[in-house]
Structures are given as C-alpha cells and as structure tokens.
C-alpha cells in the first residue's frame, strides 16, 4: 500500500481509523458523492490511479480477470478480481508483497458502497481478509494487518479527498 504521507483534509467525514478484529482489517468512509461516481472511482483504472497505486490495470471488470495495482516507490502487486456488483461491489485478491503473480502471500480486498443513512452520499467499505492463512507465522500476520491498516486509513482518505468540491 502506499505511504504517502496523511493528507489534511475538510468535508467528507471519514471514520477515524481502519480497525483490525482478528485477521480483518475494515473501514468505512462516507463521501458526498453519488454510488455511481464512488464506484467509477473504484472500479475504473483511469480514476482508480488518482487515489489508489500510481499505476492501475486489468484485463476486463470482471470475475476471474488479473491485472496490477503498482506504486512507483513499492512494486507491482498483482490482483485477481474476484467480485463485480454493479454500483454494489467489488473483490479482488492481491499480493501483499510486491511480485510477479498471485501466491500464498496473498489477501482478498471487498468494497461495498451502500446509500448513506444520513439520506446523501455514499457509504463505502473496506474489508481485507485472508491474513490468517499466510505462511511466516504470527509475527509476520500481525505486521502485514497493522501495514495494511495502516495503508487503508491513508488510501480511503484519498478517496474522500478526490470528491472534495466536485459537484454531480
């Protein structure tokens, strides 16, 4: 995941931080935006890039196509999308090391955008699991969940930041 730095951020409320409860790690972020612009910004490589890896692409938005999320200061991490619920959600299984193709290091991401209770925005969430099944023992694990924690709280506020001052 990307570590740049935290940015400063007004508007869009985002929860404070990416909780981890055994081997998941799960945020939730609201954006004022509608469920068909946050999932573009999920989904489609072109926006994808504005918050999330500095390099984005896949074969076709759909179960079982591969691709890459890269970032210019951490590798190339290979995916496997999994799941593509229209303005629902999103799957896909990725490397948490940076590699060549999928392996035993790898954990499984899912977005859903929800309507937002309050009656506008968009609610989105993330989940990360699979930590619990990677090779290197429990040290290892526990370091991977509290990076990646880490790197959800920063990525989910880029996301809100990108639809600050955007009008529908």
Known sequence: MSRR?????????????????GHTVTRTVHIEASR????KALTD??????????GVEFAALEPGATGSIDWDDYGSFPIE????VPDGSFGFRWSGI??????EYSTHVRFTVADAGSGSGTDVTVIESGFDTLPGGTRYRRERLEQNREGWDVELDELAILFEGVTE
């Open 36 to 39: 068909t612009r946050v999932w």
């Open 98 to 103: 940076p590699a060549e193709q999928l392996d």
């Open 5 to 21: 730095a935290r940015p400063e951020r007004e508007g869009n409320t985002v929860s404070d931080h990416a909780r981890i409860k």
């Open 81 to 84: 999308i999994t799941e593509v």
């Open 45 to 54: 490589p072109e926006v994808m890039v504005k918050w999330f890896g500095d």
